[in-house]
């Protein structure tokens, strides 16, 4: 197993572009999770699947943002007309889960870190 | 809502010395409590995990106790090294079925030589 994995790494766009990052999980995971993470704080949530649907939302992300994951295996984080406050670190993490009272961990990909100019 | 509070950092240590971070967390629930660490130019790593009262999870030396009395989850390692210096970040599992995490601030660990 090779752990999750995100793509790209490191993304610099200029505002007003669109953005679209990659995650693939791990292959047993059905849950796959997105934080943000920014310069000297913990990462915040941001989104959630359980297979391919797409079970909670935060209120941090706004209606530029949207993900998908479409076969309940890899997933998309697209941001329309970026702007200078959605630089930062996009993380993902997946986990087993489904099972009630039941808490799995969640395993963290690398990142891709977003700079807006 | 659900939050986390984490001592703030840095920490700097001698090699050697004893290690506490303090995190305590809003009582929403029941949640399972987890530290991750974060080394430098790496992404998170899960490093130990409590999921109920009075749990003690251990890994690599380091260890964390579930108190619900106090709602504390602080670290601790009797003797740390140069390699542990990372950020600490205590995170709880909220949320329900949902089990997102909410993280503290992170606490960065500076051990000198």
């Known amino acids: 197993d090779t752990g999750v994995s995100q793509d790209p790494r490191h993304k610099i766009t200029k505002r007003g572009q669109n953005v679209t990052f990659r995650c693939d999980p791990i292959?047993?995971?059905?849950?796959l999770y997105w934080y943000r993470q920014t310069l000297g704080q913990g990462p915040e949530f941001l989104t959630y699947?359980?297979?391919?649907?797409?079970?909670?939302k935060s209120r941090l992300l706004s209606d530029r943002f949207s993900a998908e994951r479409p076969k309940g295996s890899f997933s998309t984080l697209e941001i329309q007309r970026t702007e200078q406050g959605d630089s930062a670190m996009y993380l993902c993490?997946?986990?087993?889960?489904?099972?009630?009272?039941?808490?799995?961990?969640?395993?963290f990909g690398p990142g891709t870190r977003l700079t807006v100019t | 809502g659900d939050s986390v509070t984490q001592m703030e950092g840095p920490v700097t240590l001698s090699e050697e010395a004893f290690l506490t971070i303090n995190c305590t967390y809003t009582?929403?629930?029941?949640?399972?409590l987890f530290w991750y660490v974060q080394y430098p130019g790496e992404g998170l790593q899960l490093l130990l995990k409590?999921?109920?009262?009075?749990d003690k999870g251990s890994n690599k030396g380091f260890e964390a106790t579930y108190r619900k009395e106090t709602t504390s989850f602080h670290l601790e390692k009797g003797s740390v090294q140069v390699s542990d210096s990372a950020v600490y970040f205590c995170?709880?599992?909220?949320?329900?079925?949902?089990?997102?995490?909410?993280f503290g601030t992170g606490t960065l660990l500076a051990v000198q030589p």
């Open positions: 993490a997946s986990s087993l889960g489904g099972v009630a009272g039941v808490t799995y961990e969640q395993y």
């Open positions: 292959s047993e995971h059905n849950r």
């Open positions: 699947f359980q297979n391919e649907a797409q079970l909670e």
């Open positions: 009582a929403t629930g029941y949640p399972s």
């Open positions: 409590a999921t109920k009262a009075d």
């Open positions: 995170a709880p599992a909220y949320g329900g079925a949902t089990n997102k995490l909410i």
